[in-house]
């Protein structure tokens, strides 16, 4: 009799596939989503939760200085000796009195102290803050079997825990979705020439360009180059005024 076999986590990074049925700001609230499910005896192992959009933060936690470099190096080097001191008493063959384990502690605060002093100052100052750096999603997707998405959905809506996105959505991710699936070839898009002004279609004759009207000159205004006699034009073909007296 054989036994089923249960989903396993695939030894090569491989996209995940499924439809999607609930999306979540924090990986809390997807973590409480997959409790819901396994707490109902859904089969979990059909659940996967994708965080999209991955960043990383540094979050800087204070300013670096020889102070606390010093304090930090007598700790750990104080820790360190004291253990080296419990081990000479233990294994050693001692007296059986504690004073190897506070010369120990001594000895390993000492050399914490010195170690991390020098470190620090040949540095130079480049980096005087300390920090502790995280990947954070900005969503978190909740993807799960096809054949079993319409139950996860039923159960999530019982809880109030579907979150803010539509449900029994199939993602897509890029690249192949399944080992030998092909990979359609992208084809560069050429940038658009730059149409100059006035001009038409491909092919089609040029239009003349347009020429600006003339100006025209008032109505009982001289022209240039007209003969004005008491005020009045004179023109070529007109019997000249005589000059009044």
Same mark, same amino acid.
């Given at each position: ?20 049925? +609930? ?12 409790? +819901? ?96 750096? *995280? ?34 959505? &199939? ?12 990979? *359609? ?27 600006? &009207? ?21 023109? &070529? ?9």
């Amino acid at each position: 009799m054989s036994m089923p076999r249960q989903n396993v986590a695939p030894k090569l990074p491989t996209l995940p596939r499924g439809d999607l049925i +609930a999306s979540y700001s924090t990986y809390l609230e997807a973590q409480k989503a997959v409790e +819901a499910l396994s707490s109902a005896g859904f089969a979990v192992q059909h659940v996967t939760i994708v965080g999209t959009d991955l960043k990383m933060v540094e979050r800087v936690t204070g300013r670096l200085t020889y102070s606390r470099v010093a304090a930090a190096g007598l700790a750990s080097g104080a820790w360190f000796g004291l253990f080296v001191g419990l081990v000479l008493s233990l294994f050693g063959g001692g007296t059986g009195t504690p004073m190897p384990i506070f010369v120990a502690v001594g000895i390993g605060a000492g050399f914490g102290l010195l170690f991390s002093v020098l470190s620090y100052s040949m540095t130079r100052g480049k980096r005087d803050f300390t920090s502790a750096s *995280q990947i954070v999603a900005t969503s978190y997707g909740l993807l799960c079997a096809s054949e079993r998405a319409g139950e996860a959905v039923r159960i999530l809506r019982e809880k109030n825990l579907i979150g803010y996105v539509p449900v029994n959505q &199939p993602v897509s991710y890029p690249g192949a979705p399944y080992p030998g699936a092909p990979v *359609q070839p992208t084809v560069p898009v050429q940038p658009a020439a730059p149409v100059q002004p006035g001009a038409g279609a491909p092919g089609a004759p040029a239009q003349p360009a347009a020429t600006p &009207p003339a100006a025209k000159t008032p109505p009982g205004e001289p022209k240039y180059g007209v003969r004005v006699v008491d005020g009045k034009p004179q023109y &070529p073909n007109q019997t000249p005024t005589p000059p009044s007296s």
